[in-house]
C-alpha cells in the first residue's frame, strides 16, 4: 500500500466534494450525505490505485534468490488469480461500506441514547443490513467488474452506492 497515494485519496475526495459544493466547511447545509461521501471515496481510490501486489512467483523468485525457501504449491506460482486484479476495486467499495456502516452506526447509537431507538427498531436494522450484504455478496463480480472497466464519476459513484449499499437508517426514521 502507498501512503503517499492514500493521502491523496483523502485530498481528492475533499475537493471533489468541494468542487460539487459539499464541503461541510461551509455549513450544515452543504455537508455531504455520507452516500455522497463514499462514492466520492470509492471513486478515488479506485483511480488512484493505492494498492499494489506483485506477482507470487515473482516474490518467490526473489526470496529464492536470497537463499529462502518458500513452500508454495507450483500451481499457486502459474495460477493467475483476477482477485489480484480488482484489489483497487474490492477497497474502493469497503471504504464506501465502511463510511456508510460508521455513519449508519453512529445515527443509530444516537437515536438510541435519546431513548427513540427500541430493540425491535435495532432487530429490523441489523435484518436491513444483512439484507444489503447478501445483495451485495450476490452482485459484488459485476460491481468489482463495473467500477474496474465502466467509466464513473464521483457522483456516479456515489448514486451507485446508495443504490448497492440503500440506507439502513431510513428502516430506523419510517
Known amino acids: 500500500m502507498d ?3 492514500v493521502e491523496d485519496c483523502a485530498i481528492q475526495t475533499r475537493h471533489s466534494l468541494a468542487t460539487y459544493n459539499m464541503d461541510a466547511t461551509k455549513g450544515e447545509h452543504s455537508a455531504p450525505n455520507h452516500f455522497k461521501e463514499a462514492g466520492h471515496y470509492a471513486y478515488w481510490v479506485r483511480k488512484l490505485k493505492p494498492l499494489r501486489i506483485i506477482s507470487i ?6 526470496l529464492r534468490d536470497k537463499g529462502i525457501q518458500c513452500s508454495c504449491p ?7 488469480n483476477r482477485d489480484f486484479i480488482l ?9 464506501a461500506r465502511a463510511i456508510v456502516n460508521a455513519v449508519e452506526n453512529r445515527h443509530l447509537d ?10 425491535d427498531m435495532r432487530r429490523q436494522f441489523q435484518e436491513y443490513r444483512s439484507v444489503v450484504n ?3 455478496k450476490r452482485m459484488s463480480d459485476d460491481i468489482l467488474m463495473s467500477i474496474r472497466y ?3 464519476s464521483p ?6 452506492m446508495e443504490a448497492l449499499l440503500g440506507s439502513a437508517a431510513d428502516v430506523i426514521i419510517n
Do not use: P, Q, W
Not at 512467483?57 to 526473489?62: H, K, L, N, P, T
Open 134 to 136: 447478501r445483495r451485495l
Open 150 to 152: 465502466n467509466s464513473h
Open 57 to 62: 512467483a515473482g516474490a518467490v523468485a526473489i
Open 110 to 119: 444516537a437515536l438510541g441514547s435519546e431513548g427513540k431507538v427500541n430493540e
Open 87 to 95: 484489489v483497487n476495486e474490492y477497497a474502493a467499495l469497503f471504504v
Open 74 to 80: 507450483e500451481d499457486m506460482l502459474t495460477a493467475e
Open 155 to 160: 457522483n456516479s459513484m456515489a448514486i451507485l
Open 3 to 5: 501512503n503517499k497515494i
